[in-house]
């Protein structure tokens, strides 16, 4: 099969590699679309530490099954079908709990942090487990499909603690998880939601998909219900703090720097209330629901669709910035 191979940092080239073999309880995918993510991105220039080469990369994704093991249960060849990019053990005491997200075993598609390897979906197959697996309304193109695991990370983040109808809510960063979780909290029925970014065209793509209002600065915000921090940053967790309202909540699902000073005395003297929001946990089906239905419109984040051949070229525009891109998605 062909697959797009981090040889080394910075290196990206389509290589010809043997199939995946599949477990007893794993299914082939041949791979139909594959999103970029922008752990991707980091991960391709070796500042996260998890994804030492050489490594096929890539866990947004959706395709058709192509074979399947004897103790797969629930799917047949030619199926269309999406996976979580987390690949939970399903026994521990996290898994049992439904929290498959926090499980004490669990490996993620595209990753190899010196723990585990597990090659990913820029490939033309990849491997999955069943259990992890969810089957594809048959209205949706691969290449929105392949969006339902960063919507998954944003139902996720809106589940935390649901904001009631009547919340003033912001969302800080209109990155890609940022947009999502915007359009998520608009179809959970708020009408009051701030989107943040200083990028003037991703301030316009929010109010098409549905602010009210959009903002530069955070600082131009006040007595928010309920404030979601997609970016990850000192200034952006600090910014959510001072943003949100006594009694408020703040719901962080951005994990750009590995800590940030945290506004403590606001914390506690005003009540708010924090939440981590980490991937998905049983959100699939919802995401697809949304997908299906139209609540959700990715059509607009998808900046570009293109070859495994092009991933090379694609790596490097993303990793610049500055070119406007959201999603890029590569078909192998």
């Known amino acids: 099969m062909k697959a797009l191979l981090l040889e080394s940092y910075g290196s990206l080239r389509v290589v010809d590699m043997d199939p995946p073999a599949i477990g007893d309880d794993e299914v082939l995918v041949r791979v139909g679309a594959c999103g970029i993510c922008g752990s991707d991105v980091h991960g391709y220039t070796g500042v996260t530490g998890r994804r030492i080469p050489p490594l096929v990369m890539g866990h947004e994704a959706a395709g058709t099954i192509e074979s399947i093991g004897p103790g797969a249960r629930g799917f047949a060849p030619g199926d269309r079908v999406t996976f979580d990019s987390t690949v939970y053990c399903g026994e521990c005491a996290f898994c049992r709990r439904g929290e498959i997200n926090l499980c004490d075993r669990r490996m993620v598609l595209g990753v190899s942090c010196g723990d585990y390897r597990r090659h990913g979906a820029f490939a033309e ?28 990370v944003a139902v996720h983040a809106v589940q935390r603690k649901r904001p009631a109808t009547s919340d003033r809510v912001a969302v800080l960063g209109c990155g890609m998880i940022g947009l999502l ?57 600090g910014a959510a703090v001072r943003a949100v309202r006594k009694g408020g909540a703040v719901t962080l699902i951005g994990n750009l720097a590995p800590e940030a000073p945290l506004p403590l005395q606001s914390v506690v003297t005003r009540e708010i209330t924090l939440y981590g929001s980490c991937a998905s946990s049983g959100e699939y089906p919802r995401a697809l629901e949304l997908l299906a239905s139209g609540a959700i419109d990715v059509a607009p984040l998808i900046s570009a669709i293109a070859p495994l051949s092009e991933g090379q070229q694609w790596f490097d525009r993303l990793h610049r910035g500055g070119e406007g891109l959201m999603k890029v998605v590569l078909t192998p």
Do not use: K, N, W, Y
């Open 125 to 152: 197959f990849v491997a999955v487990p069943s259990r992890i697996l969810h089957r594809l309304p048959d209205s949706l193109p691969f290449e929105q499909a392949a969006m339902a695991e960063a919507l998954a």
């Open 181 to 237: 979780t915007l359009q998520v909290v608009r179809a959970a029925g708020c009408t009051s939601i701030a989107a943040v970014d200083p990028d003037a065209a991703r301030r316009d793509l929010a109010s098409r998909l549905g602010a009210s209002s959009t903002h530069a600065d955070a600082a131009e915000l006040a007595d928010v219900d309920h404030v979601f921090e997609a970016v990850g940053s000192a200034t952006t967790v």
